[in-house]
């Protein structure tokens, strides 16, 4: 499988000097279709640990990329497994964010096809269809659907197999199409294990080594 993504602009960084936003997480709107809950439910163990203030403290020190469009309407462009596994745990939690774009005058559908023209959209679902339109984005965060090859990514990039890359957007997405396309043994988000051996030895190859983040 290969994704047929648009060229994409990096995601400009929070400035050191940057006006963050305290947004409501449940208001917040999906750039993408799915996440990997192998990694939503790490997210949530590592919040049940912390107070709140250590929370507030963690969130302002990863601020959400933010699109505005009209009716102050916003849109996330990263952080949606922490904020996926943050709302389950706090269905009125708050976040903070930094706009990358501000479409005051844009309806839903205009500030979308930007979007999508910047490569800042992942149109594809759970088990790798796509592209799909990007109105079929769902609303809100609860509604991500499950795909275990990202999963397997975040797994194997907590081990140290694949380097972070966070300025290019889906990174670990686009990982994750290159594995499913792929023979590995079944699995799940649930029970990554009987795909761990043979996912390291895939993306340790040469085969990989046109992917961003490969170690070799």
């Not at 750039?31 to 590592?46: K, P």
């Not at 709302?87 to 979007?115: C, F, H, K, N, S």
Request: with cysteine; hydrophobic share 40%; proline share 12%.
């Amino acid at each position: 499988m290969s994704l047929h993504l648009p060229p994409y602009r990096p995601l400009p960084p929070p400035g050191p000097k940057a006006d963050l936003l305290s947004v409501a997480i449940a208001d917040l709107r999906p750039t993408q279709m799915c996440v990997g809950l192998a990694e939503v439910r790490s997210r949530q163990q590592d919040f049940s640990l912390e107070t709140a203030e250590q929370r507030l403290r963690y969130l302002r020190g990863k601020p959400v990329p933010l699109v505005r469009g009209a009716g102050d309407a916003l849109w996330m462009v990263d952080r949606h497994h922490r904020l996926r596994g943050l709302i389950e745990l706090d269905p009125g939690a708050m976040a903070y964010g930094y706009l990358v774009l501000d479409r005051p005058a844009d309806p839903p559908q205009a500030v979308l096809a930007e979007l999508q023209a910047r490569g800042w959209l992942y149109l594809y679902d759970g088990r790798g269809h796509g592209p799909l339109v990007p109105t079929a984005l769902p609303q809100r965060l609860p509604e991500l659907q499950d795909d275990p090859y990202r999963s397997l990514v975040w797994r194997l990039k907590k081990e140290g197999m694949i380097d972070p890359a966070p300025l290019i957007p889906f990174h670990e997405f686009r990982w994750g199409a290159w594995l499913r396309s792929r023979p590995l043994p079944p699995f799940s988000s649930a029970n990554l294990a009987p795909a761990l051996a043979a996912a390291r030895s895939l993306v340790r190859s040469r085969a990989a080594s046109h992917l961003a983040g490969w170690k070799g």
